[in-house]
């Protein structure tokens, strides 16, 4: 029978219409192949110039240099690159000082304890840096770890609370989940059970007594619940979440995951889910609800693609970016205000808040931006 | 090496719409797509830049652009397709209620499930192109792609009964 027959009511046809019609439409900029060709030669250290041409020029830039060194009569000593600087940069740093002085791409963004840490790719090592000038006070030992070689830069870091933290990645084929307690010095690769490495997505917190709590789900649907014990991990029961998990919100046991336009709420730590808020009711105070209150707000948010951003909570404030903008809800219930459009295009990975006035948002492209007003103006930061 | 460059230059172009468009449809989300379509793009220029004498195939770009799809995917979450008529601003006569059961129906799935389908549906692949992208055997995709479209018609059959009932209400 050939799969093309189209018939009125055959749900495969309609499939195929669905999806010709949304993307019919969409078009790459022409830009996009000149940047994507520029990167590639770059990255892969493929010059225009020929080989000859190159090292006479390398060999006068060496000339050059060794005479400007002659007649000052110093060594130059190349300067490190230094840590963000807490209060804020300078806004005298134009576009093309940024263009003539390319940044590292920072890989991945967390704040925890009020710290922001970067990792970013240094060398063949990626090391998470604490930017926060005040090292005795940082969650771990010491100012910077350095994460194991084979770390992604899809990886989530979780910190203990204490000494301890978690990394959580994906490889080709399933999870793999690390723990430090001597600040990168050493890494253990903590047992995954068989089940766990098949799940498609998954969702990581500390629960009580700083255990890590895995939530996911896997290619069929199934969903699991992970809890680090003494014996190992135990599996908890079907939740009835299906597909990646979005934001996850959490405070003393009660979580609320928005999930495929859905939001569920868990007052036992994730162990047993109710759907908390339909979308679409208009008097539904729960802001599992990063989603449902920011639509009874600004429907459009959602077409624009509201669950494509990142979220972050610290106290009882949490903050959202989305391709919208970015949003704070000062407390639970509370209605959502939108703080500022996002600084940059495209999507926005990661968002932490350090204080009430100072943030940060990570853009997909590995752009840095600093907020010190609390989030109203942004400012690139690295 | 400047010879090659066009070559690499001329597929990129030829190729971009479309990979911009499976990225869409597998993400959801424009602003996302056109970040995996780039990191796409990237991957693409410096492998057949890295690698003179390679030829890319349809299957091949699908299969990089699936890999930057899974990537950003992981770091943000899939944006959601819209459920409510309202959000349409009123304009469901002109959405068409199929779309909007197909869109019901497609949240229900996996993204295994909406992957394959999107392979099979979207870019009218072969199962034999299909199994090639996904990097498994022809047989395990086609009892892949046989279950996804079953999940996918009990679900927009769902879709359309809840359509014709007394629609959602609080939870």
Known sequence: ?382 | MAERRQVVESWLVQYKDRVFRLAFTLLGNKEAAEDAAQEALYHIARWCLEHPDFEITAPWVWQVTRNAVRDLARRTPPAAVPLDDTLLGGQAADFGEDRIDVARALVQLSDADREVLVFFYFLDLSTREVAQVLGITATAARIRLSRARKRFKAAYQEARGDVQGEGEGEG
């Open chain 1, 1 to 382: 029978m050939s799969k093309r027959r189209p018939r009125q009511s055959d749900p495969e046809t309609v499939l195929r219409a669905y999806w010709q019609k949304q993307a019919a439409p969409l078009r790459l900029s022409s830009t996009s192949v000149s940047e994507a060709l520029r990167r590639a030669e770059r990255d892969g250290a493929i010059h225009l110039e020929s080989r000859p041409r190159r090292a006479i020029k390398r060999a006068l830039l060496n000339l050059s240099g060794l005479a400007v060194l002659a007649a000052v009569g110093i060594i130059v000593v190349p300067r490190l690159a230094k840590g963000l600087p807490h209060q804020g940069i300078s806004s005298g740093t134009t576009q093309a000082a940024q263009a003539a002085a390319p940044q590292p791409r920072i890989l991945a963004m967390t704040v925890s304890q009020n710290h922001l840490w970067l990792s970013e790719q240094q060398g063949t090592s990626l090391v998470l840096q604490s930017t926060t000038p005040r090292v005795e006070a940082a969650p771990l030992s010491r100012p910077s770890v350095r994460l194991p070689h084979t770390t992604a830069i899809t990886a989530r870091i979780i910190f203990s609370g204490r000494s301890g933290l978690w990394l959580l990645h994906t490889v080709s084929k399933g999870w793999v989940l690390k723990q430090t307690q001597n600040g990168g010095t050493t890494w253990q690769t903590v047992h995954l059970p068989q089940n766990v490495d098949t799940l498609s997505s998954v969702a990581a917190f500390l629960g009580g007594n700083h255990r890590l709590i895995l939530l996911g789900t896997a290619e069929d649907g199934m969903d699991e619940r992970d809890v680090q014990t003494r014996g190992g991990w135990v599996s908890g029961p079907a939740t009835g979440l299906r597909g990646a998990i979005g934001t996850l919100w959490r405070q003393s046991g009660h979580l609320e995951a928005s999930q495929q336009g859905q939001t569920y709420v868990s007052d036992n730590n994730g162990q047993s889910w109710r759907l908390s808020a339909v979308f679409g009711s208009a008097h539904s105070r729960s802001t599992g609800g990063v989603l449902q209150a920011l639509k009874m707000s600004q429907p459009n948010l959602w077409a624009e693609g509201l669950a494509s951003g990142t979220a972050f909570q610290r106290g009882l404030t949490r903050w959202v970016a989305v391709s919208g903008g970015i949003w704070r809800q000062s407390r639970l219930g509370e209605p959502w205000t939108k703080l500022s459009p996002l600084p940059f295009s495209g999507a926005a990975v990661s968002v932490g808040f350090v204080s009430d006035q100072t943030g940060y948002v990570l853009s997909a492209r590995g752009a840095l931006w600093e907020t010190v007003d609390g989030g109203h103006k942004w400012a690139r930061a690295r």
